[in-house]
């Protein structure tokens, strides 16, 4: 049993394909099939389902592969104490982070990490929470950048900061008289809503009474992926959004006069880095911590006054 053996059987699993596992861990297609074949005969069991497709492991497979991510997980943790010896932080640091967060945060952390840390190859995709989490799990990823809690005891969270939810509102609407709101405000507002699948969502919903509201005709007529558009549909169809205040930071003047916030306490969502309880690579995810903390505004680190919104409505 080597260590390469168990990288093709935990690729494998990840990609439930042999061909795309070939791929991925850079070696020709029979070359992994015979290295998995040894490993098994070795073994005394078939750790891989082949007749069905996408292949699938075997019960005794779910078990010996669990444990192969775990002896590898260990194994990695080798090169970390020999950086730390060293007092270098390099290698791969892959990041998911969900799409509500990354346009407003990432690009001057990117920079800044990039400069301080120019040997580590920082690779970084745009994901929901569910993916993210899965590939943490999957080791694809070996951090997150997403909205905590969320209740998953395979999941550790660092929360890093605390974001303001803003309502951007319709000169047409009669809440663009109003300085300040009220969550229930917005309760009869047309309301323009993120896809399912976003926790943004969920959150947002919570904020406005979503059960309160459900049942009024025309209150959500129309979802979008992206937080640019609810805007743009707020200024051409008239109605409400909630926006994370981090993406509301380069607005003009014009723009700015159609946010208000919330009274006191401040609905907010939790911003984490998460990882699994075994993550490798302390070092590298705990100085993008320090560069994400260098970005936010220092009110953001606080949570006092403010009221965390979870996102199951």
Known sequence: ?????????????????????????????????????????????????????????????????????????????????????????????????????????????????????????????????????QELKQGILDCGILSTPLTDNNIVEKPIFYETFVAYVSEKSDLFQKKILSTEDIADEKLWLLN????????????????????????????????????????????????????IVNYNEDELSHVRYFKSPEPVREISVVTTQNFVKKQAVSTLINEILEIVPERFKSKKKKEVMGFDV
């Open 1 to 133: 049993m080597t260590l390469v053996q168990l990288e093709y059987i935990v690729a494998v699993d990840t990609y439930r394909s042999f061909v795309a596992a070939a791929e991925k861990c850079f070696v020709t297609q029979p070359t992994l099939s015979m290295q998995i074949q040894k490993l098994e005969e070795s073994l005394g069991v078939k750790i891989f389902d082949r007749s069905r497709q996408p292949v699938v492991p075997t019960e005794v497979g779910i078990k010996i592969i669990e444990q192969a991510r775990v002896v590898l997980m260990e194994s990695k943790k080798i090169n970390e104490i020999l950086q730390e010896k060293k007092g270098e932080i390099e290698g791969e640091l892959r990041v998911g982070v969900i799409p509500t967060v990354a346009p407003y945060l990432l690009p001057d952390v990117i920079t800044a990490f990039l400069k301080k840390y120019p040997k580590v190859k920082l690779q970084i995709w745009e994901y929901t929470t569910e993916r993210i989490v």
């Open 196 to 247: 399912e699948g976003h926790c943004m969502r969920g959150q947002v919903l919570n904020i406005c009474n979503y059960k309160h509201n459900y049942g009024l005709e025309g209150t959500f007529e129309y979802n979008t992926g992206s937080v640019e558009t609810l805007k743009r549909m707020v200024d051409i169809n008239s109605g409400v959004t909630i926006l994370p205040e981090l993406s």
